[in-house]
């Protein structure tokens, strides 16, 4: 009986205890545990009992670096009454994003008929594995391209590249000697020929189809035209104009065309002013072009193109190299006013020995290859000799043109303004005044203007 009694008061005690005990004893939670790649983390921890929030009481140690992925142990702890509590969380930090695909090229492609696709390239990157191109798997599907890729925490992406067999570009045709060129009367017309080439039949020269005439023995404009269609009936044509001109010839009109060669230069600012006092246009043979050529050309004088090297050894070596100048020069007054100019003047004028020192015939060469390109030149008849042993005498350039002057001819006057020649600037006003003294008149040159040439002498 007595055990009995002590047995049930033994487990009255047990049952008072874990009763207490589970009352009192402190509950810790950490709700956050798992979170994403680069997130702010901060633990949400709770801790309670039966009698309210402990919260306050835990301490936590250990560190969660959000910038890695994997896993981090993070532990617990609270003193609270006779309680000494120790528990250990671990936080999980994944990388949800998925990764991205970038396509070079177009999407979808358009891929010649009878060709095979080439890929055009793709980069993938992941927020977290960074460039991972390396990864991606390529499937084809028909006229589909499927590229696809999954990075270190199993997140994938996949796009797709549209191939379309279909030829939309039209052929190009190039026309040899260019889409103008003049011939004079009675000449006779060789065709300079044309390249067809297509994207995706290559050459097709062969097609090209060219209908017009050209009567040499009437002056006018013809238009000569080039067609040409590819195997999937993209067409394209081209037009070339040949101007049927008569020869020219050496005539007068008795007026005065000032021209200047070499510039422009830090001269050329002054011999513009002069010629806006004076109300007098002329032509600017150039070798560059910077503001005191834009505004030759705003005040309406005639720009012209002179050489970009004036290197005889160059220019004269070869036509090839003659024209890869005049090209440069020509683009580089584009630039500038915004046409590119048809009037040339040669180094040296048309005339010029020197260039048999490197080619023998250029110039009979060059003066009938400038027409064929559209081009007009000019020489001179008057010349002031300022680039010559009067390069610093005013009064002798003075007399050197005044005393050239005629009513009967067309008067082209050789001047420079060019650095150095002060002297034809200071002798320019003068110029001017005796002209309108003596009743002529000052133009600039013009595709009107009565062409004065050289012989050629090489």
């Known amino acids: 009986m007595r055990r009995l009694k002590f047995l049930f008061l033994f487990l009255i005690f047990v049952t008072t205890f874990l009763l207490i005990y589970s009352v009192l004893y402190p509950n810790i939670i950490i709700d956050n545990r798992i979170i994403n790649l680069n997130e702010e983390y901060t633990p949400d921890l709770k801790i309670y009992n039966l009698f309210g929030d402990l919260t306050d009481m835990g301490k936590i140690t250990g560190n969660v670096n959000t910038e890695k992925v994997g896993k981090y142990k993070i ?3 609270i003193k609270y009454l006779f309680f000494r509590i120790s528990k250990d969380f671990v936080i999980e930090v994944i990388d949800s994003e998925s990764p991205t695909i970038t396509l070079h090229g177009s999407n979808p492609s358009l891929v010649c008929p009878n060709k095979i696709y080439e890929e055009e390239g793709y980069v993938a990157n992941d927020n977290y594995d960074r460039d991972i191109t390396d990864k991606v798997i390529i499937t084809e599907i028909d006229n589909n391209i499927f590229y696809s890729v999954e990075d270190s925490s199993g997140n994938s992406t996949m796009v797709k590249r549209t191939i379309k067999y279909k030829d939309q570009e039209s052929p190009s045709i190039t ?3 260019g889409d103008s060129i003049s011939i004079y009367l009675g000449d006779k017309y060789t065709e300079f020929g044309y ?6 039949d290559g050459d097709i020269t062969s097609n090209v189809i060219s209908t017009g005439y050209v009567d040499t023995h009437k002056i006018g404009s013809y238009t000569l035209t080039y067609e040409v269609s590819d195997s999937s009936g993209n067409k394209t044509i081209k037009v070339r104009n ?3 001109k008569k020869k020219p010839t050496y005539y007068g009109n008795g007026v005065i065309y000032l021209t200047f060669d070499d510039g422009p230069s830090y001269l050329t600012k002054e011999v513009l002013d002069i010629l806006h006092e004076e109300n007098i246009k002329a032509t600017f043979f150039v070798t560059n072009a910077d503001e005191n050529t834009k505004r030759a050309y705003e005040l309406g004088h005639t720009i012209a193109l002179h050489s970009y090297t004036h290197d005889y050894s160059y220019i004269y070596a070869n036509s090839e190299n003659y024209f890869d100048d005049l090209n440069k020069l020509a683009n580089k007054v584009y ?8 009037i040339v003047r040669f180094p040296g004028g048309s005339s010029n020995t020197i260039s048999r020192n490197f080619s023998s015939g250029i110039m009979s060469y060059l003066t009938k290859e ?3 390109r559209g081009y007009v030149y000019f020489d001179w008849n008057i010349d002031a000799n300022d680039a010559g042993s009067d390069v610093n005498n005013s009064t002798n350039i003075y007399y050197n043109v005044v005393n050239n002057l005629s009513h009967n001819k067309t008067n082209i006057v050789l001047m420079h303004d060019s650095s150095g020649h002060t002297a034809t600037v200071s002798a320019l006003r003068d110029i001017i005044k005796f002209g309108k003294e003596h009743g002529y008149s000052f133009k600039a040159i013009t595709d009107d203007t009565p062409v004065v040439i050289h012989n050629v002498n090489n």
Not at 335 to 342: A, D, L, N, T
């Open 75 to 77: 532990n617990c702890q």
């Open 175 to 177: 026309l040899n000697g």
């Open 335 to 342: 630039s500038v006013i915004g046409i590119y100019p048809k």
């Open 242 to 244: 040949i101007h049927v």
């Open 370 to 372: 400038v027409l064929k």
């Open 195 to 200: 390249t067809a080439t297509d994207n995706c």
